[in-house]
């Protein structure tokens, strides 16, 4: 019943999502807890991905994603369709999305790691010079020439592409579709 409570409060506002796991009253009690920068409060648990399915199925945004990111969070198995296609909706749903997608991404890139031929660099510093989005607003603001490629990295499905520019950069996804690349958003940031 708290769970139907809390999900009732992110169906009225998405936001409320980040108070999900507190549900069960212990946040606001008075009994005696630990304090200080060391606290983390414990949310949700293995046992709650029976009690999401129900809210997998809703017909509300909200509590769709929001119960779909809980399930993938505690499980490591998102809904990859689901996530991708999450990337072309309005905020947070897009956030969620690659905040499963670039872990998931780079870890399939790692355990798939490959050495790429000259024909698949090429067709990975094209797509990185001109890419073809999946949602244009994802796209950085400065797109990179072919001096700007640092390194990349592929799996099967997945790629990323460091690009360096002025001191700084930032590191592209992609995903293989068929017999080309298309972005996905940029991963990180940094300073060189």
Do not use: C, H
């Not at 198995?77 to 947070?92: F, H, I, K, V, Y």
């Not at 690659?98 to 780079?106: H, K, Q, W």
């Not at 020439?145 to 950069?169: K, S």
């Amino acid at each position: 019943m708290a769970l139907d409570l809390a999900m009732e409060r992110i169906r009225v506002d998405v936001n409320a999502r980040s108070w999900l796991g507190y549900e069960n009253g212990d946040w606001f009690s008075n009994s005696p807890r630990p304090r200080g920068p060391a606290y983390i409060p414990l949310g949700l648990d293995a046992t709650y991905v029976p009690l999401l399915e129900r809210y997998k199925r809703s017909d509300v945004p909200s509590v769709r994603y929001t119960a779909e990111f809980e399930s993938a969070r505690l499980t490591g198995q998102p809904d990859m369709q689901l996530w991708l296609n999450a990337l072309s909706e309005r905020p947070p749903f897009d956030l969620m999305a690659r905040v499963l997608i670039g872990p998931y991404a780079t870890g399939q890139i790692k355990s798939e790691a490959r050495q790429l031929g000259q024909a698949e660099r090429d067709q990975l510093v094209a797509a990185a010079m001109k890419p073809q989005p999946v949602e244009p607003r994802l796209l950085p603001p400065q797109l990179p020439r072919r001096e700007n490629i640092a390194q990349m990295q592929a799996g099967t499905r997945f790629a990323v592409v460091d690009v360096r520019l002025d001191g700084r950069g930032y590191s592209m996804l992609f995903e293989r579709r068929g017999e080309r690349w298309v972005y996905l958003f940029s991963l990180n940031s940094f300073i060189a």
